[in-house]
């Protein structure tokens, strides 16, 4: 399968990229409680923003998921090079 090398090396960009993004939501949810913390927050935008950022690291779980079932496809489709075309016996 010729595309498998830059679909792997995509995939590897996905999930760097992902969990880049997941950190990234972690220390500001962390960033914003201990300001909170220091002094005080407003309950509703504390509220809706603590749920976003959760809904964010909630995503980039999912994406990893979708990853996985990426790659196992992948696997899959490689396996069949051999299956795939048709060589014509000589006789």
Same mark, same amino acid.
């Given at each position: 399968? /010729?595309?498998?090398?830059? #679909?792997? $090396?995509?995939?590897? *960009? @996905?999930r760097? %990229?992902?969990?880049?993004?997941?950190? @990234?939501?972690?220390? /500001?949810?962390?960033? !914003? %409680?201990?300001?909170? &913390?220091? #002094?005080g927050?407003?309950? +509703?935008?504390?509220?809706?923003?603590? !749920? $976003?950022?959760?809904?964010?690291?909630?995503?980039?779980e999912?994406?990893? #998921? %979708?990853? +996985?079932?990426? &790659?196992? *496809?992948? /696997?899959?489709?490689?396996? /069949? !090079?051999? @299956?795939?075309? #048709?060589? &014509?016996?000589? &006789?």
């Amino acid at each position: 399968m /010729q595309k498998a090398q830059e #679909i792997t $090396s995509n995939l590897k *960009n @996905l999930r760097y %990229y992902s969990s880049k993004i997941a950190e @990234l939501a972690k220390q /500001q949810f962390e960033m !914003d %409680y201990n300001r909170g &913390e220091e #002094i005080g927050i407003n309950s +509703d935008p504390g509220s809706a923003r603590f !749920d $976003s950022l959760g809904a964010i690291v909630s995503a980039c779980e999912w994406i990893e #998921i %979708y990853c +996985d079932n990426i &790659e196992k *496809n992948l /696997q899959s489709a490689i396996k /069949q !090079d051999k @299956l795939l075309h #048709i060589e &014509e016996e000589n &006789e």
